[in-house]
């Protein structure tokens, strides 16, 4: 394979696998540094040296629906290039308020009410994932001004940038994956977000007793499902957790968890099959 770097593209049928960030986290997992995501499809590079044929492999054995489609082997000017043109500005806008999420050679943009600056890399949640975007348009409805809030599964920390600029006290951005925790750090330093508190752990490692205004939640179905008990023992009385990661099939599920522990259903936004749901806990 010719070239300093390796490219593999990967047809994915359940797009969920990468909203979720497990694909990319797997295939980090045996060597690739970086993805893009586009049109069903996944492309995953790494330096021509870390290239292991039998650690794909074992990827794409370990889920169903993958499909290799490519493996070329690139320059370095090529690569950049390549992943510069594949990320595009994100603008979200809800209620007069706009929101910019851009990379850092994004010079040239039209100006907004909030600019984020995102340099995607391995973490999940740069706004170009629809789910991402969709909870995003969800706090642009909220009055977060003084609040307390919680980003579960926080991945590059954009949502909690985010509350931070509506006017957050306080947000605790928590991921499991060390690369995200990392991720949010430097984001948050990038962006000033100097009210967002970057934490590396799961659900067992929320703040003992914390208890927020808004928790946001972008993850799997079952996660959700499976933690909505201690989501919501987070919440304050009237407060809201926004969740999405799975599909408007499954909202009817995500309902029946939280009605089971206590809360109602709110707003929901469905885009592209997705969808990002607000759950109320009303006392």
């Known amino acids: 394979m010719a070239g300093e770097y390796a490219k593999v593209s990967i047809g994915v049928s359940d797009w969920n696998l990468v909203e979720t960030g497990v694909l990319p986290q797997a295939l980090v997992d045996v060597g690739f540094e970086s993805t893009v995501e586009s049109d069903g499809v996944l492309e995953a590079y790494c330096a021509r040296g870390a290239y292991s044929p039998e650690g ?19 320059d370095g000017q090529n690569w950049n290039a390549a992943w510069e043109a594949s990320v595009q500005p994100i603008r979200i806008a809800r209620n007069g308020v706009t929101v910019l999420v851009r990379a850092s ?8 009410t909030h600019e984020i600056v995102i340099d995607p890399k391995m973490a999940f949640g740069t706004g170009h994932h629809a789910t991402t975007a969709q909870v995003a348009e969800l706090m642009l409805g909220l009055d977060l001004e003084g609040c307390e809030c919680l980003d ?6 954009l949502l909690a940038i985010l509350a931070d600029r509506l006017g957050a006290k306080s947000v605790d951005a928590l991921d499991i994956d060390p690369w995200s925790f990392e991720s949010t750090e430097e984001n948050c330093a990038t962006n000033g977000a100097q009210g967002v508190r970057p934490l590396l752990g799961g659900f067992d490692d929320i703040p003992q007793g914390a208890r927020y205004d808004y928790i946001f939640a972008n993850m799997t179905r079952n996660l959700l499902v499976d933690n909505m008990d201690v989501l919501s023992g987070h919440l304050k009385p009237g407060g809201a957790l926004l969740v999405s990661g799975f599909y408007s099939q499954d909202l009817e599920d995500i309902h029946d968890a939280a009605g089971a522990v206590g809360l ?6 469905v885009r592209n099959d997705w969808v990002a749901a607000q759950l109320l806990k009303t006392s």
């Open 56 to 74: 794909l492999e074992g990827v794409l054995a370990s889920f169903e629906g993958l499909n290799l489609l490519e493996e070329v082997g690139i």
């Open 264 to 269: 109602s259903a709110g707003e929901s936004v």
């Open 105 to 112: 050679f994004h010079t040239d943009c039209e100006p907004a």
């Open 152 to 157: 579960m599964g926080c991945g590059t920390g």
